[in-house]
């Protein structure tokens, strides 16, 4: 219960501080909340489903990407709101579609199987894309960057609430269920089927919208980008360095990879991939709980 | 004596840098992102490389002449993964925090799309260099130029025009997926069915393919006169080593992006002599005496040719800046307003901007002649006649 | 049919039979999907490119000093990491539930180590280019040497696998690791030698590429995930389905792009693996394993 005082006390003086931001003006520094916003939001959500139910996605862009091309066919002839829940709409329905067979394969199998999907979503749109004669697309008058912003943390902080609810829901009892042993589960009257979709789907919903958001940030849609495989690494990556055992983890993983991307990367790229590697084979190795499970352990000393 | 002869050499060297810190003026930082990492990071060392040796040039000649006064140059430089957003952050970082003087274009397409509203809104310009597409027209001109002949469009139309005057009448296109291949196929067919030039095969193909046997058996069956492939650079290795295998034979083979790579020829040789690829630029063309030293001093450097595309745009933009700071000085708005205005004399010959595009440098085609890149259309630029391709 | 698709079809099966034999032993023995098998293959590629550049040494030549390097590389990460920690078994375990993750870090430095030393700057060299000619097929020297090679250590090693005493073992290791330890099978032995082999299979494969493809740091993905469909195909850790799943592929892409159009081939590809993933996990020629 303390720490989950302090960490309401913690996210609220976050969230003030990042409301703040834009007032100040600087761009920069708005440009990287925006993007630690958004590893928020993707990290959270893919948390609900692989972190509870250890069913470890590897391909969770294709709903960013699925929302992103969303919004690319739809701006312009709607409202940019009706747009981005047109997104989110479409990745959760997605969701539901390919969830039933999906989520029916376990382990290695279903890791493998969520990164080949996500390659065949995009083949798939790039081919639907040359059918039309469209090669890449071109958004005009997006929003600025400030309300982007103040979007992008909205579904953070909409994606964090939802997952700190999840986990103290009974829906979330039976996610750990299921990740703990799915069969026992299923023996003694958990609904595994559903809730497995249930968090499937919910997980999809708000990387959706995130895609949208990210398609106006950049106004540009092009297949090879929206449908990046280095993202669904990323999510896996922050997810991991983070800790996922509890909400906090997807924020300190997101934190940590701003932080260390922006002191290393813009200057030294290869070195910062690299050490960025080595940071994530330690932390599988020797730090299972993530940065989160560190901290506990340190509040738990005091 | 060694160490006296040190101290000696030591004091001598201190007096040199004291002398040059009192003489020298405040450094011009110009400020640019590269796809370093990522999807596109082979691109980069041929950008970079000729970034690099503009600087190296400016700084030996004394400076960087800001409207008569000669400042050093440096660079300020980012990765941008290959990932527009990050460049997009990358630009407000150079503009805002790390306040750069001048700012050099990026690698690709997309990450160029992606900057045009920035820098409209930070007012401040930049001359792009390698992006590619009809789109670039529908960006509000104002603080971003293009100065790539390469526009899809004209690349159609142009192309048509030459085959049609090597008297070409049938043509197999073979085009990958992606956005550039498609937009010049796009042009491509109408102009080469208004020229009467019939097309035989029209296909497809993913960017991650392995194995063209299938097309290419496609192509012999119909014994076209040309072989137009819009490849990108892994593709279009494989259909060299291909068409050599299956014995392509018609006389006019184009190849479009990598040809002039220079790891292209390595790899491929003699077979791929007299190929056809789209670029505007060739050390041999004598009316543009900057040409062939550029090409030289890149070679002595680098240890390799420049590649006809990335790094010749790349050096251009940078000559354009060159020249509109030497007449503008640093100022935001005046700059913009020499780019839009002057005409640049650049490695590539006279260039001047009507609106965000290059008016001046025509849409060319290059031809591989006996291990050197020649300008073979319009005639107006050639270097070497076509030769039609004899075998592989 | 024609015998030129039979020959393009065998080449390209041949290569992709040889790059999954590397993975699908790493994995049968270790349980270890290894997401960076395809760097292996980008390093020996880049042996091949230096070693005829540097010091003029054919690629024939190359295979030795690729699988060597490559080879030797199984060989320190295994005795230097992974030993260690499949010896505690929380550690173990942890290592086997996030192998995909963790060899992702291992790709990522791997490539940008080499694109450190080498720049990112496209390779390429010519070897074997000349045509030639018979039965209906045009074939250069490149692709036969490829088709040759890759060939011969698919049979190669399953003969070691059904002959040699040592490749008993291993195969027990495979299919019962439990039990194999049991019976007296030295399964640390077994699985540092079978690490050994498939880094040095990667690294071969990479010398036969590097003739044929341009060679750049970031080249490798493609072979994994190429490997990737082929194991799933086969089912994992099913080394001889494996060897006939990368013929199958090689035969799938062939003449499915033959039958419909080259633009479909990777959502020929794509579809063919996510649903073999979904209907029959084990594999296509597999019998039903226990999924863990």
Not at chain 1, 262 to 288: C, H, K, N, S
Not at chain 3, 140 to 157: D, I, P
Not at chain 3, 263 to 268: D, G, V
Request: contains cysteine; glycine residues 8%.
């Amino acid at each position: 219960m303390k720490t989950l005082s302090i960490d309401l006390v913690a996210g609220i003086v976050l969230l003030a501080a990042a409301l703040v931001l834009p007032l100040t003006g600087m761009d920069y520094l708005v440009g990287i909340a925006f993007n630690l916003a958004m590893w928020v939001a993707l990290t959270q959500s893919w948390s609900i489903l692989s972190a509870m139910t250890g069913y470890v996605s590897l391909g969770h862009v294709v709903f960013c990407g699925i929302g992103a091309y969303m919004v690319a066919l739809t701006t312009g002839s709607l409202p940019l709101a009706a747009s981005l829940g047109f997104a989110g709409l479409a990745a959760g329905v997605s969701a539901l579609v390919i969830g039933l067979p999906v989520l029916r394969v376990r382990g290695p199998y279903f890791v493998i199987l969520t990164f080949g999907l996500a390659e065949l979503v995009k083949n798939v749109i790039v081919q639907i894309e040359t059918g039309l004669g469209q090669f890449s697309r071109l958004i005009f008058d997006a929003p600025p960057l400030n309300s982007l912003y103040l979007v992008m943390l909205g579904l953070a902080v909409a994606v964090t609430v939802a997952a700190v609810f999840v986990r103290h829901s009974k829906l979330g009892r039976g996610l750990i269920a299921i990740r703990e042993n799915e069969e026992a589960a299923e023996a003694i009257g958990v609904p595994v089927i559903r809730l497995k979709l249930i968090a499937f789907v919910a997980a999809a919903i708000i990387p959706g919208i995130v895609g949208g958001v990210m398609l106006l940030r950049t106004s540009y849609f092009e297949a090879a980008q929206a449908f990046d495989p280095v993202i669904s690494f990323s999510i896996v990556t922050m997810a991991i360095v983070g800790g996922s055992g509890s909400a906090r983890g997807p924020i300190l993983g997101a934190f940590a990879f701003v932080l260390l991307s922006e002191l290393l990367w813009a200057r030294f790229p290869q070195l910062y991939m690299i050490i960025l590697g080595i940071l994530l084979i330690l932390f599988i190795l020797f730090v299972p709980r993530g940065l989160s499970g560190l901290l506990d352990r340190k509040e738990a000393r005091q | 004596m060694r160490l006296l002869t040190k101290l000696k050499s030591l004091v001598a060297a201190a007096a040199v840098v004291a002398a040059s810190v009192a003489q020298a003026e405040e450094p011009v930082r110009i400020g640019y992102s590269m796809s370093l990492t990522g999807l596109f990071a082979q691109a980069a060392p041929s950008q970079v490389n000729a970034f690099e040796l503009w600087k190296d040039k400016v700084n030996a000649a004394g400076g960087l002449d800001v409207a008569g006064t000669k400042r050093p140059v440096e660079f300020v430089t980012y990765d941008d993964q290959s990932n527009p957003a990050n460049a997009v952050r990358i630009y407000e970082k150079l503009i805002a925090e790390d306040k750069v003087d001048l700012l050099a274009a990026p690698w690709s397409t997309p990450i160029h799309l992606a900057l045009a509203p920035i820098l409209s809104r930070h007012k401040f310009p930049m001359v792009g260099n390698t992006a590619a597409s009809v789109q670039l027209r529908e960006i509000a001109p104002g603080y971003i130029w293009f100065p790539t002949a390469v526009i899809p469009d004209r690349v159609g139309e142009e192309l048509a025009a030459f085959m049609k005057s090597k008297d070409i009448k049938s043509a197999a296109i073979l085009s990958n997926v992606l956005p550039l291949s498609q937009e010049i196929k796009s042009f491509l067919v109408p102009a080469l069915e208004k020229h009467g030039i019939s097309i035989s095969v029209n296909e497809n193909y993913p960017p991650d393919i392995k194995d063209m046997t299938t097309l290419l058996t496609q192509v012999n069956e119909t014994a076209p006169d040309a072989v137009i492939v819009l490849s990108y650079p892994a593709d279009s290795f494989l259909f060299a080593a291909q068409a050599k295998e299956l014995g392509i034979k018609a006389p006019f083979v184009l190849s479009l992006i990598g040809a002039t790579f220079g790891s292209y020829q390595q790899a491929l040789g003699e077979s791929v002599n007299n190929m056809v690829t789209v670029g505007h630029w060739s050390p041999n063309q004598a009316d543009w005496p900057k040409a062939k030293p550029f090409f030289e001093a890149y070679k002595a450097k680098y240890n390799e040719a420049p590649d006809a595309l990335d790094s010749v745009l790349a050096y251009m933009s940078l000559e354009i800046l060159e020249q509109a700071v030497a007449k503008a000085g640093l100022d935001k708005e005046k700059i913009r307003e020499a780019v839009s205005t002057m005409t640049f004399d650049t490695i590539n010959g006279p260039v001047k901007f009507e609106g965000v595009q290059n008016s001046v440098t025509p849409t060319s085609f290059l031809q591989i002649q006996d291990g050197s890149l020649e300008l073979v259309w319009p005639d107006s630029v050639k270097t070497k006649d076509f030769r039609p391709k004899t075998g592989w | 049919m024609s015998a030129q698709l039979l020959f393009a079809a065998l080449v390209a099966g041949s290569l992709y039979a040889l790059v999954a034999l590397g993975l699908n032993l790493v994995y049968g023995t270790l349980r270890l999907l290894n997401i960076a098998h395809g760097d292996l293959v980008m390093i020996g590629a880049y042996v091949s490119f230096w070693m005829l550049s540097l010091f003029g040494l054919p690629p024939v030549l190359s295979i030795f000093v690729a699988a060597a390097l490559c080879g030797g590389f199984g060989w320190v990460i295994y005795v230097g990491m992974f030993r260690k920690l499949l010896a505690t078994p929380a550690l173990a375990q942890r290592l086997e539930a996030n192998s995909l993750i963790l060899f992702y870090g291992v790709s990522v430095i791997l490539q940008n180590c080499v694109a450190l030393a080498f720049t990112s700057t496209a390779r390429g060299y010519q070897y074997l280019n000349e045509v030639h000619k018979f039965a209906g097929i045009a074939a250069s020297g490149n692709r036969l040497m490829l088709f040759g090679v890759a060939l011969a250590l698919c049979l190669g090693m399953l003969l070691f696998l059904r002959f040699h005493l040592f490749g008993w073992s291993l195969r027990a290791v495979i299919e019962r690791r439990d039990a194999a330890a049991v019976v007296g099978v030295d399964v640390d032995r077994v699985q540092m030698v079978t690490i050994c082999i498939g880094f040095a299979i990667a690294g071969v494969a990479g010398v036969l590429v590097s003739m044929t493809e341009q060679i750049t740091p970031f080249m490798g993905f493609p072979f994994t995930i190429a490997a990737f469909v082929v194991i799933v195909l086969g089912g994992l850790g099913n080394i001889f389905a494996g060897i006939v799943a990368g013929f199958a592929l090689g035969f799938i892409e062939t003449f499915g792009v033959a039958l419909t159009s080259a633009t479909y081939r990777s959502i020929l590809i794509y579809g063919l693996f996510v649903g073999v993933l979904l209907l029959r996990p084990q594999g296509l020629f597999g019998k039903a394993i226990k999924i863990r």
